[in-house]
């Protein structure tokens, strides 16, 4: 009995509790449109409860509060929630329709079971997270952002400098919210702007610190994604928003903290309201610092200061070769370490190639393997390890980056000048005007200036660099980046003929060209080429350069296959005594220079062919007759011959005519004739007057003369110079005048009427008492004019009789440099203590003795003490300057 009833009990046990179960399951679908309603309800609720605390986080943020952890936890939920919900709710028809039996069972168990289960679940975690989304704090105070230290590279080398000068600049009381660091490609702006992040750490300043990539193609959200991140407000609902209202949410935050925002590589302007960034003021404090290798970027984002990020100086660009290749390949020969100054010395003091080529070197430990790399570097760079894979790519970026192809060719034909050399601004424009790069349809001077865009745009974009002693004349490419021109001229190697370029390099005949069919262009410039012979077939050559050679003669047929040749220079080739026949060929030629040649006859029946040419520069003929055929000259190089009367009458015929520079040697008469030439003087840019006696008549420059920008005159006697003037301004373009060796000239207050004037030399002028004499420049249209407001550098040298520059202190505001030498009598300057340039690069005064700097009168204690510290002796020799005159050969000024 007992056995029986122990398992009756068992029995009934297990049936109630499977019972209880079927109730259980059989409810996930006897129940399920029930608790489909109650999980829609609850759902709806939710999405309100999150849409209420979404809105108030909203507005904490808006304070520059940051959301609390566990309220984006809870919303990151809610949102997965509201997604699993729909997915329920979008099949409720489906499964609805498989019911029966007024819905107590259905169609298919299985599915329904499986269904009404996850949706009995569903409700329960929907009523979960509602009972949980009660949140009486939802944001607290954000703390400020750590500045992260970035990794640098352990060779850095030649920066201190740089790096306490922009720290100093960037901290500094006088306002400087906004800095740019621009510099050509590989020079170390990144490297610097590292540095600075990681200076806040080390100066532990109270301020945000927020880095940012700005990749080439500017995209707004991945800037402002980046500040979010070190913000703390990336996040699933920072995804969802768009790009106004992520730029709200950061200024939000920003507006509150001090911060400075670094950004490095700009290729154009970032709006930082668009980001949502504030400005920094000097109420807010706050920084923002960027780099660049455009300096026009600088200007677009109104930067405060702006630091150009130069090459290292020889010693520092030897120094982080040397850390580079290291002591090991160093220490292995004896020989290397000359050797390898040799190869830092080709990199220029550029970062980037010296970082790159250091280690390439650093483990070739033999002075065969050292030497061989010279030998590449001098003759085909481009070939050298790593040059094309590590070195140009980086810098043609910022040559991709120049928006019109007409700036890129303009850009490539650079590299044809010498390594190392000066590239002159209006030469530059000169051959650019005569490939057809600019158009001179509209006249030169139109031209000139686009070509001065040009130029500028170029130096802007860190290709070309403005460099001393005159950077208004003055250019030079960096040699890395000449490589770089010279390998995308060749399409990247694939044809090193099209640019045949060996400037400077001391060839004494021309070089062996395997195809001179596919030679575009070519410049021997500067090298010790004695002989053109042959007959090259150049079917594709525009430009040929061949100044500053050893030329003695050229063979006939030399220029017979060169149907396209537009640009010629066989200037200053003192040996060349006459040009081929075969000129006549060149039916495309546009610019001619054949100055500084002793080419004394040139029959013009050789140039009759040459109908296109605009520019022509020549040597002293002793004749130009027929030079009227060539009616679409437009500029002309030109020494007067003494013995053709006929000159003026030749030239007022060239109707397209529309810039002279000319020279006139010992013979009076066709100086004279020329100044009583409107149409000529009109257009006169230079004048050079040499070996004449005007002491009885003087010298009267018209009033036409006001495109006049250079004057010179060398071993004259001249009694007195004047400009027929009707207003004070009339010679604005006169900008420099140089006088060596001038006889009975006692002033030169003509110089009055030159406004613009920026370079005045006077060397040897016995005679020479005042610059500008008091009496007659107060006495007629001389009166009330001040002098010199643009004046530069101004040289005396040999003036034994100079008593007065003016009478009286001049503002001079932009005199850099003043050389006295051998003026006894000269001792008062006109300059107060507010006079020359100011700042750091401001006015110089050099001079030869002791005895006269100690007895210059000062104005005042105060214009002594300012000058007297700026005053160096010497230097023994004056630099050589090249001005961009077509006539003056370089002279001799600091």
């Not at 298919?108 to 997270?129: C, D, H, N, P, T």
């Not at 610019?591 to 050789?606: E, V």
């Amino acid at each position: 009995m007992g056995g029986c009833l122990s398992v009756s009990v068992s029995c009934e046990k297990v049936v109630d509790n499977f019972s209880q179960w079927l109730c259980v399951k059989g409810s996930y679908i006897h129940n399920l449109e029930e608790n489909l309603r109650d999980l829609e309800t609850a759902m709806e609720e939710l999405k309100a409860r999150r849409v209420d605390l979404s809105t108030r986080v909203d507005n904490e943020e808006m304070k520059g509060l940051r959301r609390l952890s566990e309220v984006q936890v809870w919303l990151t939920k809610v949102e997965k929630l509201e997604s699993d919900v729909n997915g329920l709710v979008n099949v409720r028809t489906t499964e609805l329709q498989r019911l029966c039996l007024c819905g107590v069972c259905s169609k298919s168990l299985k599915l329904s079971y499986r269904y009404g289960k996850r949706v009995f679940l569903k409700l329960g975690e929907v009523k979960k997270q509602k009972s949980e989304g009660v949140f009486e704090v939802v944001a607290g105070k954000a703390p400020a952002s750590e500045v992260i230290e970035r990794r640098i590279q352990p060779t850095i080398v030649g920066q201190e400098e740089v790096l306490e000068k922009a720290w100093n600049r960037l901290m500094s009381d006088d306002g400087v919210g906004i800095m740019g660091l621009h510099g050509m490609g590989g020079v170390g702006k990144t490297t610097l702007l590292t540095q600075i992040n990681n200076k806040f750490i080390e100066k532990k300043n109270n301020f945000d610190v927020i880095w940012v990539d700005v990749s080439k193609e500017l995209q707004i959200q991945k800037i402002q994604n980046q500040v979010a991140k070190k913000l703390g407000l990336d996040g699933e609902d920072w995804n969802q928003k768009d790009e106004e209202e992520k730029a709200c949410a950061i200024h939000n935050v920003l507006k509150r903290r001090k911060f400075v925002l670094l950004m490095d590589d700009l290729w154009e302007k970032v709006e930082l309201t668009l980001i949502g960034v504030p400005y920094p003021d000097r109420g807010n404090g706050c920084k923002i610092v960027f780099t660049t290798r455009s300096k026009e970027v600088c200007g677009r984002m109104r930067v405060d200061a702006e630091m150009e990020v130069q090459c290292l100086l020889p010693q520092d660009a030897l120094e982080l070769f040397k850390k580079v290749v290291g002591e090991t390949t160093l220490r292995s020969d004896p020989s290397i370490p000359e050797l390898a100054a040799e190869v830092a010395k080709k990199c220029h003091g550029l970062p980037l190639a010296l970082t790159v080529i250091g280690e390439a070197m650093s483990y070739r430990r033999t002075i065969q393997e050292w030497k061989n790399a010279i030998h590449e570097l001098n003759s085909n760079a481009v070939k050298f390890s790593d040059m094309e894979d590590k070195i140009l790519p980086v810098l043609k970026f910022s040559y991709d980056s120049l928006k019109e192809e007409n700036l890129k060719s303009c850009f490539l034909y650079c590299a044809l000048v010498r390594q190392d050399g000066f590239i002159y601004k209006d030469n530059l424009i000169d051959y650019w005007i005569g490939e057809g790069m600019i158009d001179a349809s509209e006249g030169i001077e139109m031209a000139e200036n686009k070509g001065y865009e040009i130029i500028g745009s170029l130096v802007r974009a860190s290709l070309l660099m403005e460099v001393e002693p005159d950077r208004r004349m003055h250019m030079r490419m960096h040699d890395v980046v000449r490589e770089m021109a010279l390998w995308i001229a060749s399409d990247f190697g694939k044809e090193e003929d099209a640019f045949i370029v060996h400037a400077g390099a001391r060839l004494r005949e021309m070089p062996n060209v395997e195809n001179w069919k596919v030679v575009r262009r070519i410049s021997l410039m500067d090298n010790c080429i004695g002989h053109l012979a042959g007959s090259p077939e150049c079917l594709e050559l525009t430009t040929f350069l061949m100044n500053d050679n050893v030329l003695k003669d050229i063979s006939m047929e030399f220029f017979k296959s060169m149907p396209k040749l537009v640009v010629l220079d066989l200037s200053r080739n003192g040996s060349l005594l006459e040009m081929p026949d075969g000129i006549s060929k060149l039916v495309s030629l546009q610019y001619l220079n054949l100055s500084g040649t002793r080419i004394s006859d040139l029959p013009m029946c050789l140039l009759q062919e040459l109908e296109k040419l605009i520019h022509l520069g020549l040597p002293r003929l002793t004749t130009i007759a027929g030079i009227s055929r060539l009616q679409n000259l437009k500029i002309l190089v030109l020494t007067f011959p003494w013995d053709d009367h006929n000159t003026v009458e030749e030239l007022e015929t060239l109707k397209n005519l529309q810039v002279l520079y000319t020279r006139f040697e010992d013979d009076p008469l066709p100086l004279e004739k020329f100044l009583s030439s409107h149409r000529l003087t009109s257009c006169t840019r230079e004048v050079v007057i040499m070996n004449m006696d005007l002491e009885s008549s003087g010298l009267s420059l018209p009033v036409t003369m006001d495109k006049l920008k250079f004057f010179r005159t060398d071993n004259c006697s001249i009694s007195e110079i004047k400009m027929g003037t009707t207003c004070n301004i009339c010679f604005s373009s006169l900008s420099l005048v140089f006088l060596r060796d001038c006889r009975c000239l006692k002033e030169l207050t003509f110089l009055i009427f030159a406004p613009n004037l920026t370079d005045l030399v006077i060397d040897k002028g016995k005679d020479v008492e005042d610059i500008i004499n008091k009496e007659k420049a107060c006495g007629g249209e001389e009166s009330g004019i001040v002098p010199f407001l643009n004046l530069n550098r101004l040289v005396l040298i040999s003036l034994p009789k100079l008593k007065n520059i003016y009478w009286s202190p001049l503002l001079l505001p932009s005199l850099e440099k003043v050389v006295i030498r051998d003026c006894p009598n000269l001792k008062k300057l006109p300059l107060s203590s507010q006079s020359g340039k100011q700042g750091e690069d401001g006015l110089i005064i050099y001079y030869d003795e002791e005895e006269w700097i100690e007895g210059v009168e000062w104005e005042d204690e105060a214009t002594k003490t300012r000058f007297l510290s700026s005053c160096r002796k010497g230097p023994n020799r004056l630099l050589r300057r090249q001005t961009s005159s077509k006539l003056m050969m370089p002279f001799c000024i600091v």
